[in-house]
């Protein structure tokens, strides 16, 4: 017996090695995770406390209505307003939104209702195609399709090229939006004798409410940053138009293409007043991703 | 074709041995397959108005299948092909000219799990079928939702909040919600996939009493599980096994002297 009482003893030798080892391996590995963690947030947080530093000098009363966009104002050591730049990409963004809504819901809709249609693998492969394209041929093929026929720059030219840029991710958010509804709703509306169209209107589609705003929220967010689709299509403008048709029909300042053209100007002051146009961007799309997310929460309390 | 007589005529008689009622909705030869797979193969049987008709089975045997055949619920899925013919009151409702949509009005259906609209007041979701074909007038809808509801044992329960959502009922009352809902429309048959599986006793003692009831007005065809169900409820009773129709007779007849094996073995418990 005593030959066992050895082996005892030898097996629990071992196992506080071993439980040593388990210890420093756990430890070392908790490190390694917290700092990958770390570095994940590190540079939103940089990026959002570098911003609001650089950009609350830059805001006053000036900024949002000084004269516009005047060089020799800039040169003068004053800034300029960003105010129209303001309802300028709040209009474009918009009327993008109202453009490419409909043609998003309808993709999602032929994507999540008819999994059987023969256009749906097509349509999928085509939408995640889109989706991956630079956000500038997206305002190259806008630039083609209606700045050349008009002849002229126009916030309308630029409110497509952002609805290029968010018709794919409207329509993937559409789908996975209609596809979380139970499919016996859809079965339920069939069997009292609804056609098939009104299922997806009165039954599927009002379940997947929430869904479908925040789908649509995080495209609009997403296309509300982009500058490049911008740069030949709305263009860009110094003054705030005269009627509130030139917001559609005539050249028209946005907040990144502004911000763009602001930080590769020559001025200091222009480059400070970039800074503020960069946080008023910044707050824009926050506010927007931090709605998308009450409304998603939304919609898990309801479930 | 001559065997195709025979059984017709033996069918026939079958009928007059057992059965006065008219037949309602009859099937031939019908078959269902999903993709290569087999689901339903060759059934032809009679459903009789104002009686009804439990389907009976083990699990995959092809009840549910047949169920959902007959008012073209296979249509939403994927790669499902049917075959044969489903006639109501003689005419085929896979026929050409047929609108699925008008089939489904005469033939209700109600689902294992209660299906209430999650958006909708109790009363919307009675009256869906109405209102969102188009019908507005208010006095005519609260009458037909009254009804249903009445008819469904539900109305004494939920007459207080018609306007709170459907999804705020128990799970019992919902159940009786997609009844009433069913009925709404006014259909001719009633098709029910295992209406009780997913409720508690009481709630299912409610739906027993109400389908009873139903089978007054109503063509009712039910798939269950629970052969003490169909004893109690049904008139007749079709065994399905292995997507085939084994044997279909009068309730009493069928759970007391099963003419074949395959029966007797599945109601005396030895699998299934």
Redesign the interface.
Known sequence: MKGHDEMINEMRKIEEKAFIWRQIRSSAMFVVVTLSTMLVIAPLVIMIGYVIVNGLGAIDADFFTGELGSPARAMAGKETGLGHTMIGTFVVDTLALIISAPIGVAAGILLSEYPAHRLNPLLRVMNDTLNGMPAIMKGLLAFALIVRPMGTFSGLSGSVALAIVMIPIAARSAESALSNVPWAIREAGLAIGLPRWRVIMSAVMPAAKNGLVTGFLLAFARAAGEAAPLMFTSFGSNYLPDHWMGFILSPVDTLPQRLYALAVSPYKEWHTMGWGAALVLMVFVAGLFILARILTNKKLQNA | MVDELVAEDTLLQNLTKHETAPVKLETRDLSVSYGNNVGLSGVSMQIHDQRVTALIGPSGCGKSTFLRAL?R?HE?N??VTVSGRVLLDGKDIYGRDVNP??V??RI????Q?P?P????SVFDNVV??LK??GVKNKKFLSEICEKALRQAALFDEVKDRLNSPGGSLSGGQQQRL?IA??L??E?EVLLMDEPTSSLDPISSMKIEELIKGLSDEYAIVIVTHNLQQAARISDRTAFFYMGRLIEYDSTSDMLTRPSDIRTENYITGRFG
């Open positions: 008012n619920m939403l994927r790669g949509v008008l489904r009005r209700g259906m109600v689902f799990k299906t609209f999650p958006t909708m869906a079928g969102l074909q997609s809902r069913a709404a429309i259909p």
